[in-house]
């Protein structure tokens, strides 16, 4: 059996071109541990390298920001035959509002999702409000003692 010339290879040419018993000879042999997520220390990033050397370019920012300084652009807009000065943020929220007072259904339901993300939609509670106070009660009791007398009534509010 001849030998393959593995002297001049570097490790991973060594590993692909061995034999299984051979490749176990050399991972045996080696000062640090090779495989899967470790490769052989010679094609790591020395520290202070990275392998993206040009970085990020400074005109490109994240989205988020890009975004958020869109919506803040002013715009001039005609309202009610006045020009007025608004941001596509204040132009945006009008014509989700004005859609769904239209009746388009999800224009509606982005309104409502805006408004819980927001915290300003209230949802329902277990248990209804009062629509009366208890000064309303006392109110209503009075005036209803009051017609009761008219009538001839007892203070009790049955009929004599």
């Not at 769904?100 to 409000?129: H, I, Q």
């Not at 208890?134 to 007892?154: R, S, V």
């Amino acid at each position: 059996m001849k030998r393959k010339k593995t002297q001049n290879l570097g490790l991973k040419q060594r590993l692909r071109n061995s034999s299984p018993a051979e490749r176990e000879d050399l991972i045996a042999g080696l000062p640090y541990p090779i495989g899967y997520a470790k490769p052989p220390q010679s094609s790591r990033y020395k520290p202070g390298q990275s392998g993206n050397r040009r970085g990020r370019l400074k005109g490109s920012g994240d989205l988020g920001k890009m975004l958020e300084d869109e919506l803040n652009v002013t715009v001039e807009v005609t309202e009610g035959g006045r020009r007025r000065k608004l941001s596509k943020a204040q132009i945006s929220v009008r014509q989700v509002a004005n859609k769904s007072a239209g009746g388009d259904l999800k224009s509606f339901l982005a309104a409502v999702d805006l408004l819980r993300r927001t915290g300003r939609l209230r949802e329902n509670s277990t248990e209804p409000e009062a629509v009366f106070t208890q000064a309303d009660l006392q109110a209503a009791a009075e005036i209803l003692q009051f017609f009761m007398k008219k009538q001839g009534g007892n203070d009790d509010g049955q009929p004599e």
